[in-house]
Each structure stands twice: as structure tokens, then as C-alpha cells.
């Protein structure tokens, strides 16, 4: 199976693992918390490449924060890692489990909070990387205890939606819950429908019941890439066309046959694929559809991560040497500072 290889233009080779295994201490408290690097940003901006490169520098570990990714056999529409740099650098969180099986938020954000401890629990830095907004917040902000699934309604809703149109599930959104339907976007069926079942089963606005569970125990720094916004497009295009040419359709066939219509297969460019097998796009229409997807796609991520708080961003691709640069310097000021908080 071909992957996607994440190039950089830094030499990382000679890097310095720093001491990360302490980090900044609780005034009054004793207890020192390790440094969580989260490095965000829009598909193709280069997170791989410069997760790379500072896993390298600062001796770190990988977590893999991407919704895809967590499917074994979906490899060349998620861009994953090569095998190669997976073997150069610990990733976790890739190929977790099967494209049939449901892999929630939830269960991202449990996984990935005992992969930051095991990770520094042996004096490595974890390095959280990906583009899945939700995923992110999930682990840093925690998700709210709501009320267990009705299928029975979530079938009700679905077929209303289907009668209805796609925009009628956020009108009543904004009916029972503004707060909450102004931040779920009106085509994303599945977050509107739990929104409103939440609204239903605790009779009142989801947004007035939710009680997160934060990450604690950790420093997070959170760096940010945003490249300029003509280049990136031009970088989908090309790496869209690069996963049709490298199989993408062969590759959706398999998993088709192995595991039927699953929702993971609707994710960007396996729905496009599944297109072509099914004869209703030709390939070069569907690389259009998968590219132009893409791109619409970065843009609602920067909207998401704009509203992270205490971002570093970064003006650049991160397989650029002065972005490297620059996040390198980034982490090593904020090691200095977790230095001089514990002298």
C-alpha cells in the first residue's frame, strides 16, 4: 500500500532531547506537570512533517489526533504517516481499531489522555497532533456527561430530515438550543441529531447542561500553523490527485468489500471514491469534488481552532525550515520557563 510521505526541509538529525519528563510546577502545590506540545492547524498544512521534526529535537512521542486515522486499512484518504516515519518516531492513536466499529470523541479522548501519561511517564514529550477540532477538544476540555442514545428517536429524526430537508434538523436545534446550533454546523446530521436528543431527554438546552471534565496534570503548549491560504489549496489539489493516482479507489474497494457501506467510508475522498465504483462520477470528476472538499474543509478547521485558546501561530507550512525554526524556539522557551519554575 503506497502512503503519503511527509518531507521536511529541517535537519533534525543533530537534535538536542531536552528534560521534559519535569515540568511546570503548581505554585504552592509541589506537584510538577509534564509539557504537552498540541500542534494544530488545517489539513496539508505540514503537522506531520514538523511533529517530526520536534519529535526528533526534543526527544518526543506522537499522538495522532485525527478521526480517520484511527481506522486500520484507511491509509491513503486519511494521509497518514509512512511506515517509515512511524518506525522513526512512537505514534499512537493510528489504527486503533476497524472502519465497522463506531470510535467516538469520547473514546478518543480516553485513549489519548492515558497515552500523554504513559508517553511521559517515561520522560518523553507528547506531542498531540492532528486536525480533528472536535477530537482536540475532547481531550483538553473533556465532553459532558449527557444522557445515553435513543435510537428510537434518532431513527424518528432521521427520517424527518429525509422528508424535510437536510436544513430542517437545524431549525429545530434553534428552537430548543440557540447556543448550541449557532456552533454546529447545519450540515453535520450527526452532531445536530445528539444535540437534540440531549435536549429532549433532559428537557432543557444542551448547551445549560454540559459539565466537562478538563484535562489536568499537564502544561499544554499549543501551536498553531497557518500557512498562506492560496498555497495551501494548491498543495490539496495536489495531494487529492496524489491519493486517486497512488489508489485510492482500490483501496476503498477492499474496504467496501471487507466492511460494507460504514460510515468511516463517507469520510473525504472515500466518499468520492465510493462515487466512481458506483459509476455516478467519473475519476476526474471525483478528484475535483475530493479537492474542492478539502479545501472547504481547512477552512471550517481554522474557523474551529481559531477559538483555541492561547495559540502560537505560525505564518508558514510546517515542512518549511523557519517554521520548524520557529516552533523549535517556541518549545524551547517554554521549557526554559518550566526550568526556572522549578529552581
Request: with cysteine; aromatic share 4%.
Amino acid at each position: 500500500m503506497v502512503a503519503l510521505a511527509h518531507e521536511s526541509q529541517v535537519d533534525c538529525a543533530a537534535g538536542v532531547v531536552a528534560v521534559v519528563g519535569a515540568g511546570i510546577r503548581d505554585q504552592g502545590s509541589g506537584i510538577s506537570h509534564p509539557l504537552v506540545v498540541i500542534l494544530l492547524g488545517p489539513t496539508g498544512s505540514g503537522k506531520t512533517a514538523l511533529s517530526l521534526a520536534l519529535a526528533d529535537r526534543f526527544g518526543g512521542e506522537i499522538v495522532s489526533c485525527d478521526s480517520v486515522a484511527v481506522y486500520r486499512g484507511m491509509e491513503l484518504g486519511a494521509a497518514k504517516p509512512t511506515r517509515e516515519e512511524r518506525t522513526r518516531v512512537g505514534h499512537q492513536l493510528i489504527d486503533v481499531t476497524t472502519p465497522d466499529k463506531a470510535f467516538t470523541a469520547g473514546d478518543y479522548s480516553r485513549l489519548a489522555r492515558a497515552a500523554l501519561k504513559e508517553i511521559a511517564s517515561r520522560g518523553r514529550m507528547p506531542i498531540v497532533t492532528g486536525g480533528t477540532g472536535l477530537y482536540l477538544r475532547a481531550l483538553t476540555e473533556g465532553l459532558f456527561a449527557g444522557p445515553v442514545r435513543s435510537e428510537d428517536l434518532r431513527a424518528r429524526l432521521r427520517q424527518s430530515a429525509e422528508r424535510r430537508g437536510g436544513v430542517w434538523l437545524h431549525k429545530v436545534l434553534a428552537r430548543l438550543d440557540a447556543t448550541s446550533a449557532e456552533r454546529i454546523h447545519a450540515n453535520d446530521r450527526a452532531k445536530l441529531i445528539r444535540a437534540i436528543e440531549v435536549c429532549v431527554a433532559a428537557r432543557r438546552p444542551m448547551s445549560q447542561v454540559m459539565a466537562r471534565d478538563p484535562l489536568k496534570g499537564f502544561r499544554l503548549l499549543r501551536i498553531g500553523l497557518n500557512p498562506p491560504r492560496e498555497k495551501l489549496y494548491e498543495r490539496l489539489n495536489v495531494r487529492c490527485a496524489a491519493m486517486f493516482a497512488a489508489g485510492l479507489v482500490e483501496e476503498t474497494r477492499g474496504l467496501l468489500v471487507k466492511y460494507g457501506k460504514v460510515k468511516a467510508l463517507d469520510s473525504l475522498g472515500y466518499r468520492q471514491a465510493r462515487s466512481v465504483l458506483a459509476g455516478t462520477m467519473s475519476e476526474d470528476n471525483a478528484i475535483k469534488a475530493a479537492q474542492q472538499g478539502h479545501r472547504n474543509y481547512a477552512k471550517r478547521q481554522m474557523t474551529w481552532f481559531r477559538r483555541e485558546p492561547e495559540v502560537r501561530w505560525i505564518e508558514g507550512f510546517g515542512d518549511e525550515a523557519e517554521a520548524a525554526k520557529a516552533a523549535i524556539s517556541i518549545v524551547e522557551g517554554a521549557i526554559s520557563a518550566t526550568a526556572g519554575n522549578l529552581n
